[in-house]
């Protein structure tokens, strides 16, 4: 039987072997991107895309326009939104599929990727690379000793988690205000 506390702390050795591997430049790049879009678009699947919705209703709570693709009540995107496209390995069909309509639209496009060589990484104006093991994916990336994804969608979570914290020093957004607008009805 595999002994959890060890894999736990394996898991967070790979997650810090990712961090020293992300290039603040990229990560600069998505935040701006996400700071001057109107209103923000994002889609992801599996448990990729959880570490994605987590990050749509942070957006929410910092106070900007967001939509999970999949809800009945997103709206048309269109000129000044920003579609961010999770995909691990840069090139899942159905989401290169909305990537393109958003960009026919005339919306800026990110992509989040595990493998900026996919075909859908390689067309966004913005990319950020999170070199992390993925499913089918063939960047060289920090492997690890997880199943499929694991360590992308980790690192997808707190990565996201520190971009909102950024965003909210950027923006002026108190913790209070976003604790504001976080769900009353529940």
Do not use: C
Not at 101 to 117: E, F, K, L, R, Y
Not at 125 to 146: F, H, I, M, R
């Amino acid at each position: 039987m595999t002994n959890v506390v060890e894999g736990f702390g394996q898991a967070v050795a790979e997650l810090g072997r990712v961090t020293g591997r992300l290039d603040e430049k990229q990560i600069t790049g998505f935040i701006e991107a996400v700071a001057r879009a109107k209103r923000i678009f994002l889609i992801g699947v599996g448990r990729e895309g959880l570490s994605t919705r987590a990050f749509t209703m942070r957006l929410m709570h910092l106070g900007k326009e967001a939509h999970w693709i999949w809800d009945d009540t997103t709206p048309a995107i269109g000129s000044g939104d920003l579609l961010i496209a999770t995909s691990g390995s840069g090139q899942i069909g159905h989401i290169d599929y909305v990537f393109d309509q958003a960009a026919a639209a005339g919306a800026d496009t990110a992509v989040v990727t595990g493998d900026p060589s996919g075909r859908t990484a390689r067309k966004a104006k913005t990319l950020l690379w999170v070199p992390a093991a993925v499913y089918k994916g063939n960047a060289d990336v920090v492997a690890s000793s997880q199943p499929m994804g694991n360590l992308f969608e980790q690192s997808l979570l707190i990565l996201f988690d520190q971009i909102v914290i950024a965003l909210a020093q950027r923006l002026g957004v108190s913790k209070d205000s976003m604790s504001a607008r976080h769900r009353n009805v529940e």
